[in-house]
């Protein structure tokens, strides 16, 4: 069977639910996020006082049992909504490093598997090189034991990625691999 994906996320998507996996995707330019105040007030509850888009998806980044990040690499580094999101995970640093509470079960943790999908106008692969301390940063905070990069310099334009071959493939198989619970 063939699909046709518009983006790597809808074929890591179509790839999980072909094994049963149920998915919940954010459009975070669709969204009302805003980005972290550092105004520390998580250092009391491990709640962020901010109330817009990301109540919705806290819960997600905790009972998931995988978590992608797709995010296109703009001047150099990862989109401001992307960044956004990881900023606001402050909330879990803090539970953690201040308040001592473990977001996500450490077992659980360990099991649960990470992407970071994206792509780059520029024709070189080191682009993403800016980007990798920030989602293991990411990953490590919102408790996710393994991430995998799957990144494509020299895909500029929306649905470029179509006309790399394997991209999509790969991406759909990433999803695959998620038939095991965590």
Known sequence: MKFIYESVL??????????????????????????CRACNAC??????????GMQ????HLLEAG???????IFSMNICAQAKALIDRCQRFWSARYVLGREPVERERAERRKGFFL???????????????????YFFHIVGVGSWTPLTYAGVDEAGK???VEGALERAAELG???????
């Open 10 to 35: 809808d074929a890591l998507v179509a790839g999980a639910g072909e094994v049963g996996i149920g998915t919940r995707a954010f459009r975070l330019a669709e969204m009302d996020l805003r980005p």
């Open 43 to 52: 250092f009391r509850d491990g709640e962020c006082v901010q109330k817009d």
């Open 56 to 59: 919705e998806i806290y819960p």
């Open 66 to 72: 995988a978590v992608a990040m797709a995010a296109p």
């Open 118 to 136: 994206s792509c780059c106008g520029r024709e070189r692969p080191d682009t993403f090189d800016c980007t990798r301390p920030v989602m293991a």
């Open 161 to 163: 990625i179509r006309e």
């Open 176 to 182: 695959r691999s998620l038939r095991s619970p965590v």
